[in-house]
């Protein structure tokens, strides 16, 4: 094999295994460690100018980096990384005098927003210290979208939400709310520089066809329009025996928020096995928690009515079957239907974009899915100038891909208003630096905690469920914050291996905990040389770290797969052929040159 | 940084028969420098122990005084451990072999503690076929004073001073073999792939198992014109024959056709392809030779030396009980007066 290119960055990136899963590339080492270090302050600014909501996101995150996480590999559980997002959040002082000046001379641009959920708000964070004059839509009161309206305050108190959102409005940025755009050539025809396009998917998925679901119209509710209506307190009661369709996370909001509402007998049917649930595991938890009996295999058949009142509903019982090509159907065990009493019942399986308020005069193009056509990377759709982000973009996902999404429509929206090149975009900010500071001493510390992972304490069930507002989780303590953070094994602190430095004297190869480092003979094919290493490195997720020849013509191979960044191989290194490197990977931002 | 080990090992570390890992054979962190060729050995020893799936508790291993003797505390943590005064590592050594011949001896020793203050000691336990495998971390120097020249450093080797070894240096393993040794191998630190099966053999014969590694001092002996630093030895490593060791004879097979199979006391084998076809393990004539010619074409000859199947150890020579001492019962020690009365009479 070929000597691994480390030159390209994406190599080092690949290895911060939080941080490549992370939409938003956020240095999760990097603030774990400041967080261990009691710098709050300063560990949420990492955050913010990476995710932008780190109170928000710290507290409802979908945490694509926690089943990254290496020590999740090593042992059972990886660090709780959002939940110590929260701590920085929690706890951080005033930071106004972090926060981007506005400049009084704006640069002349108008941009529009359509929508002020994650998406909007960051392509606004993004460009209006840069002196765009950013004007935002939505049809909502207060800004925030999604994360307002489908997100219970039990899980996000409104005083989080309001802080993380009211800090971008505050920069200049002018507010059209309450006003629901009916037409994209209105906002055209007003000339804006660019528009930004950011609706999410606000149509809750509905069973029309289902039988008796226009009888008992009064009782059955779409998952996301009546959480919203929860949060504006259009609504304030549910009956006291509630079904709950569906099994991703709005349906486990609707049954804890039914749980508030006066449901007492709150059950969740689920068309499909548990374990292929669509939720969080950890959602799923708490629900559960709450005392919500989760139903696996019930599909759906008929709704049951007496006199105009809805009594309950008909379930079909499946179960799940794989041809071989591992596609699912769902086959009737042929068992009689199942019955379930029920005063209301909320459909939580799914939702939709609403794109009718676009005429399709104006050029832009939909395809097959109804989703816009869009370059993956540039955001931009088929009408130059219109951009797209968030759940508007490719389909429902989640608010750190929303944000992600957001910080490149900024760029592209930058790199347009200025008659740039869209795929000439600013690359990331790169940094490897040594770690070294002396014998045995090292500017980061290995000192890992071999806890398992800390759990965070929730508020008693009786104060919670009777009260809407009363947020659910605790949080960590500041000294249990503190074991948890040193559970990071601090990956983004790179092993560099220098070949012509090496004098192969087997230090690092003995002293190494999980065995990781090789010395031996090259192969033509990867898999060859992954196979003869002292543990074969059978994870191909992962990458291996192969030398250039060495004096004896043998190689070095690292697998970076369980590596846990000790650094032992450079503390017994003679001759600093390895060295511990901080490797600081930043994505870039609107304004960046390229 | 803290100079700390993480507990976690790879989620798939193999075990061995015993059920233990490769961890649990390990020692405590080394504090010796960085790249000193002694971790290396320590690692090998570790790694062979593990693989032939030693008890642990069923080891003694004993050193006397040096930064080789310093390794005890860096592998095989659970085993027994004695460390002994300056070259007096064999008297130990002999003692408890006599005591209880059921354990392991594993002795680690440097060339000042054999081949000067020990000098004497190492003779007589090589001459006795001590029941033992005895390690020498071989670096030419004493590393743990600074490095001057030690009784193995070879004539005319360039110390990091810069001056030249003015006098003839002991080759190790020629004395083994003319003081009696029945194993006698000599191998390289930065050389796993013959060390490991050489110490498992090693540890298989039956009798006095002498291993002189060859083992670079990074600090003080790693320089240009040394005879012991990672170059030199690399440049002028000679193996013999490549090694293997095979556990039992089942597992010998036809494609092991065609090479030398060593036959240890106990079953298992050591397969050598021989390089060298001057020369028979089994022949102290042509080893010997084979030495003498080594030394004055400047190589360093590695691999198994010299092997003696037919070994008597010394417990056996001297007929010492086979019982530990610690299990003798009072009964045994004090048979009575009859048995007294008896030996008497054989007197007379």
Redo the contacts between chains.
């Keep these: 094999m070929k000597p691994t290119d480390v030159q390209n960055p994406e190599y080092y990136h690949k290895v911060v295994d939080c941080q490549y899963a992370c939409p938003a590339h956020t240095p999760v080492p990097h603030y774990i460690r400041l967080i261990a270090e009691g710098k709050y302050t300063e560990a949420y600014m990492v955050n913010w100018e990476s995710n932008v909501f780190p109170g928000i996101l710290g507290r409802t995150c979908d945490r694509p980096c926690e089943p990254a996480c290496r020590r999740g590999?090593?042992?059972e559980e990886p660090v709780a990384i959002c939940r110590l997002k929260r701590v920085a959040a929690d706890n951080k002082d005033d930071i106004s005098q972090y926060i981007p000046a506005i400049p009084e001379q704006k640069n002349g641009k108008k941009i529009a927003i359509i929508g002020a959920g994650p998406a909007g708000l960051t392509v606004a964070r993004d460009l209006a210290p840069l002196g765009y004059e950013i004007h935002i839509y939505d049809d909502q009161s207060k800004g925030g979208g999604m994360m307002r309206t489908q997100i219970p305050s039990f899980r996000l108190p409104d005083e989080v939400l309001d802080s993380e959102v009211n800090l971008i409005l505050n920069m200049g940025i002018v507010t059209h709310f309450n006003q629901y755009v009916t037409s994209l050539k209105e906002i055209l025809d007003k000339k804006y520089d660019a528009v930004f396009i950011a609706s999410g998917a606000p149509k809750g998925k509905d069973l029309p066809d289902l039988p008796g679901r226009w009888d008992a119209k009064a009782n059955v509710h779409v998952g996301i329009e009546w959480l919203a209506n929860v949060t504006f307190e259009h609504i304030n009661k549910i009956g006291r025996k509630v079904l709950v369709l569906g099994g991703g996370n709005t349906a486990m909001d609707c049954c804890r928020t039914s749980r508030r509402m006066g449901g007492e007998e709150v059950k969740v049917l689920v068309r499909s096995p548990f374990k292929t649930m669509k939720a969080s595991p950890w959602e799923i938890e708490d629900a559960m928690h709450e005392d919500i009996p989760i139903f696996e295999n019930h599909v759906p058949k008929s709704f049951v009515t007496e006199n105009g009142k809805l009594k309950g509903m008909y379930f079909e019982l499946v179960k799940a079957e794989y041809d071989a090509n591992g596609k699912r159907t769902l086959v009737p065990t042929g068992e009689p239907d199942a019955f379930f009493e029920a005063d209301d019942v909320i459909i939580a399986i799914g939702q939709d974009n609403r794109f009718e308020w676009i005429e399709n005069n104006l050029g832009l193009e939909f395809d097959k899915w109804g989703l816009p056509v869009l370059d993956e990377k540039t955001l931009s759709s088929t009408v130059p100038g219109v951009f797209f982000g968030g759940d508007a973009a490719f389909g429902p996902k989640n608010v750190i891909t929303a944000v992600a999404q957001g910080h490149q429509a900024a760029i592209s929206v930058d790199l347009y208003c200025q008659g740039k090149d869209l795929n000439d975009r600013p690359q990331p900010h790169i940094n490897l630096m040594s770690?070294k500071m002396g014998i045995?001493?090292?500017s980061?510390?290995?000192?890992?905690n071999?806890d398992n992972r800390f759990v965070v304490p929730l508020a008693d069930k009786k104060l919670t469920l009777s009260n809407l507002k009363k947020e659910v989780e605790l949080g960590f303590d500041l000294q249990t914050a503190f074991k948890e953070a040193e559970r990071c094994l601090n990956c983004d602190v790179q092993t560099v291996f220098t070949e012509d430095k090496c004098?192969?004297?087997?230090?690092c190869?003995?002293?190494c905990?999980?065995?990781?480092i090789n010395f031996t003979e090259n192969e033509e094919v990867e898999s060859d040389l992954r196979n003869k290493l002292i543990?074969p490195a059978?994870n191909d997720s992962q990458d291996i770290l192969v030398s250039d020849i060495l004096?004896?013509g043998r190689v070095m191979v690292k697998d970076e797969d369980?590596c846990?960044h000790?650094?032992?191989c450079a503390?017994?290194?003679?001759?600093a052929a390895w060295d511990m490197k901080k490797f600081i990977y930043k994505t870039a931002k609107a304004g960046a040159s390229a | 940084?803290?100079?700390?080990?993480?507990?976690?090992?790879?989620?798939?570390?193999?075990k061995n028969k015993l059920g233990y890992s490769?961890?649990y054979y390990e020692g405590s962190?080394?504090t010796l420098?960085?790249?000193?060729?002694h971790?290396?050995i320590?690692?090998a020893i570790v790694d062979a122990c593990y693989e032939m799936a030693i008890e642990p508790h069923k080891v003694a291993k004993l050193s006397g005084i040096g930064c080789s003797s310093k390794t005890p505390a860096y592998f095989l943590n659970n085993s027994h451990g004695f460390n002994s005064v300056h070259g007096r590592m064999p008297s130990v050594a002999t003692g408890a072999n006599l005591a209880n011949r059921d354990l392991i001896y594993l002795g680690v020793s440097g060339d000042g503690d054999s081949a000067s203050i020990g000098f004497g000691q190492f003779a007589h336990a090589v001459r006795r076929n001590l029941n033992m495998t005895y390690i020498v971390m071989n670096n030419g120097c004493y590393g743990l004073t600074k490095g001057q020249d030690s009784a193995t450093a070879d004539h005319g080797s360039i110390s990091k001073g810069g001056i030249p070894n003015t006098f003839e240096g002991i080759d190790m393993c020629a004395l083994a073999i003319q003081l009696g040794a029945t194993y006698v191998a000599q191998s390289f630190?930065?050389d796993?792939t013959q060390l490991v099966p050489l110490i498992k053999a090693a540890i298989n014969h039956k009798g006095f198992s002498f291993i002189n590694v060859m083992s670079?001092c990074?600090t003080f002996n790693?320089n240009a014109g040394s005879t012991k630093s990672?170059?030199y030895v690399?440049e002028h490593n000679e193996a013999l024959s490549s090694i293997d060791f095979v556990p039992v004879k089942e597992e010998i097979t036809l494609e092991y056709e065609g090479e030398d199979l060593v036959e240890l006391h106990d079953g298992t084998f050591l397969k050598l392809n021989k390089l060298n076809q001057n020369w028979d393990p089994k022949d102290k004539l042509s080893i010997i030779s084979a030495l003498q010619i080594a030394h004055d074409k400047n190589e360093i000859l590695t691999g198994l030396l010299y092997i003696d199947n037919d070994s008597v150890e010394l417990n056996e020579l001297i007929n010492t009980t086979e019982k530990p001492l610690n299990t003798l019962t009072e009964a045994e020690l004090c048979p009575g007066v009859d048995v007294l009365e008896k030996l008497n009479q054989s007197l007379r």
Aim: aromatic letters at 6%; a positive charge.
């Design positions: 590999r090593v042992e770690t045995h001493e090292w980061y510390g290995n000192a890992i071999h004098i192969e004297c087997d230090a190869r003995d002293i905990p999980t065995k990781c543990i059978i004096k004896t369980v846990l000790c650094g032992l503390e017994r290194c003679p001759t | 940084m803290s100079y700390i080990k993480p507990k976690f090992i790879h989620p798939r570390s193999p490769r961890q962190l080394s420098c960085a790249g000193c060729g971790d290396s320590s690692a630190s930065g796993k670079p990074v790693n990672y170059d690399r």
